[in-house]
């Protein structure tokens, strides 16, 4: 936050939101968690002085008096903590003999000759991979996009595609149907709270759709009927049948997961998302495939399907 009583709203907020924990009989040891947390956030991070020195106001005053971009600027020394951590455990062990430290100098030998060339080729080869996997499978893999990255339109005005619940008979069939036949599989989530899962095809069993649900009811599928209607289409509908019964079930934590009913809100709860994760939103809440990435046939039916979502909130789907 840029301003300090944002970042204390956001704290008391945080408390609201989770209060209905403690309707639960099982969720209350949760809620007395979530209330330690926020009370070390509030006395440990957020007196004003050292608040000022990690927020996005201290990253703004230290860039225009450093002159450079704010997102020049470092929050955190976690970069640094997470380089000693593997230089000690992985890389300088390596040399070492019996466990023996080194000699600085050799210290110093080793860093600049072998360790660090190792740790920049390493990184060089990942960001490689990720661009090649990005080209190669872009259209049926989920992705992490960037926090402007949304569909957009042939117009270039973003298009927020949302998820949402309404009423539908022949798609709740159709997602009865999935679910029954064990066509949904979930699968490791590479985000924090987000449940992701794959869908296979009913007509093909060659193709499978990706779906992600976040717990504020944010949700994604790549099968063309959401990317063109938004709302709810069938996986996601079977997808939510599965999270229900893990909540029933006591996998996960009851009344965890909300699903949106209107596009109305759809849209209160992105606004919500943005305003709690800000800039780390893109790496919070998974977005949809962009459109680039999508396979021709899927993009030429996409375009000018924008105006209807924005101005209709009717719920059809």
Not at 62 to 86: F, K, R, W
Not at 203 to 212: G, I, N, V
Not at 245 to 274: C, Y
Request: hydrophobic share 35%.
């Amino acid at each position: 936050t840029s301003g300090h009583a944002d970042g204390l709203h956001l704290i008391n907020r945080a408390r609201e939101d989770f209060s209905f924990l403690g309707l639960d009989r099982d969720g209350k040891q949760y809620l007395d968690g979530v209330a330690k947390y926020l009370d070390y956030l509030l006395t440990t991070w957020m007196p004003r002085e050292l608040w000022s020195s990690w927020s996005l106001h201290g990253r703004k005053k230290a860039a225009d008096h450093l002159g450079i971009p704010v997102q020049g600027v470092l929050p955190t020394t976690n970069h640094l903590e997470s380089l000693n951590g593997n230089l000690k455990r992985k890389y300088v062990p390596q040399w070492q003999h019996s466990g023996h430290c080194l000699r600085f100098d050799m210290l110093l030998y080793c860093l600049v000759s072998n360790i660090l060339p190792q740790i920049y080729a390493q990184h060089c080869m990942v960001t490689q991979y990720n661009t090649w996997r990005h080209k190669r499978f872009g259209h049926s893999v989920i992705t992490a996009t960037s926090s402007n990255s949304r569909l957009h339109t042939s117009s270039g005005a973003p298009c927020p595609w949302l998820a949402w619940y309404p009423a539908d008979e022949r798609r709740d069939a159709d997602a009865h149907a999935i679910f029954a036949s064990r066509k949904l599989a979930p699968v490791p989530s590479a985000r924090p709270y987000e449940l992701w899962a794959k869908c296979a095809s009913m007509s093909s069993k060659h193709t499978f759709y990706w779906l992600t649900m976040h717990p504020t009811g944010a949700a994604t599928c790549t099968c063309p009927d959401w990317l063109q209607r938004g709302g709810a289409c069938k996986h996601m509908r079977a997808f939510r049948m599965l999270v229900e019964q893990w909540m029933e079930g006591g996998h996960i934590l009851r009344g965890s997961f909300s699903f949106p009913a209107s596009l109305s809100d759809a849209k209160e709860i992105e606004v919500k998302n943005r305003a709690w994760y800000g800039e780390s939103y893109a790496k919070a809440v998974t977005s949809p495939p962009l459109e680039e990435s999508l396979p021709r046939s899927q993009t030429s039916s996409i375009r000018g399907v924008q105006s209807r979502l924005i101005t209709s909130d009717s719920g059809s789907d």
